[in-house]
């Protein structure tokens, strides 16, 4: 049984510089979501998916954030230009439908994040 | 002021102690209430949801919602040395929603 899966798990990054984020699902999953967190907060969402949909995105994803899910599958995270205030945990996750679960409820279930530092 | 608020810890038992986690919110349309357990370096992993206001038990976890007073606490019974991580509420607005919204975590050490 495989959980959700994120590549790298560590990125070290001059200021500047553009990073790319991989999350792969659970596969019978067609939700995707992205979150933020840094040291001593909880997890910040940033947007997620139904399949291929963006279907919601957080004022705090600016312009240099950009996500994708071209075959809503996996999903990748874009930071350009990256900055020291974009250090954190970038945790991804993924649930069902919530009309596919019982009781309407779709837990999300979370990979163990990418740990982004900007130098 | 911020959506969610709770209580920051750290918290450090003996153990066996019960241990009592609390959030407040100010959005009267959440109606999912959630808790989950992150370990150091890893995601957050639920424990428990509720639906609307009332109690609901799991072993040694009971969940509590009071929605007139904007309040949930999570119990602890019995604790063990492994119960020791950081414990985030989280709060959903409906079967539908993607977006959930988190606290900033407790920090539990129980000591053996």
């Known amino acids: 049984d495989t959980g959700v899966s994120q590549d790298p798990r560590h990125k070290i990054t001059k200021r500047g510089q553009n990073v790319t984020f991989r999350c792969d699902p659970i596969?019978?999953?067609?939700?995707l979501y992205w979150y933020r967190q840094t040291l001593g907060q909880g997890p910040e969402f940033l947007t997620y998916?139904?399949?291929?949909?963006?279907?919601?995105k957080s004022r705090l994803l600016s312009d240099r954030f950009s996500a994708e899910r071209p075959k809503g599958s996996f999903s990748t995270l874009e930071i350009q230009r990256t900055e020291q205030g974009d250090s954190a945990m970038y945790l991804c996750?993924?649930?069902?439908?919530?009309?596919?679960?019982?009781?309407?409820?779709?837990?999300?279930?979370f990979g163990p994040g990418t740990r982004l530092t900007v130098l | 002021q911020k959506e969610v608020e709770q209580d920051p810890g750290p918290l450090s038992v003996p153990e066996g102690a019960i241990v009592s986690l609390n959030c407040t919110y100010s959005n009267s349309a959440f109606q999912y209430f959630m808790w989950y357990r992150q370990y150091s370096r890893k995601g957050p992993e639920l424990l428990m949801y509720t639906y609307s206001s009332g109690n609901k038990e799991d072993g040694r976890f009971t969940a509590q919602v009071d929605k007139s007073s904007k309040y949930i606490s999570l119990f602890i019974r019995d604790s063990q040395p492994s119960d020791s991580a950081t414990y985030l509420c989280a709060f959903k607005r409906g079967t539908n929603a993607g977006k959930s919204t988190f606290g900033d975590g407790t920090t539990l050490t129980v000591k053996p």
């Open positions: 996750a993924s649930s069902p439908d919530p009309s596919e679960t019982v009781g309407n409820y779709n837990e999300q279930f």
């Open positions: 998916f139904q399949n291929e949909a963006q279907l919601e």
């Open positions: 596969s019978e999953h067609n939700r």
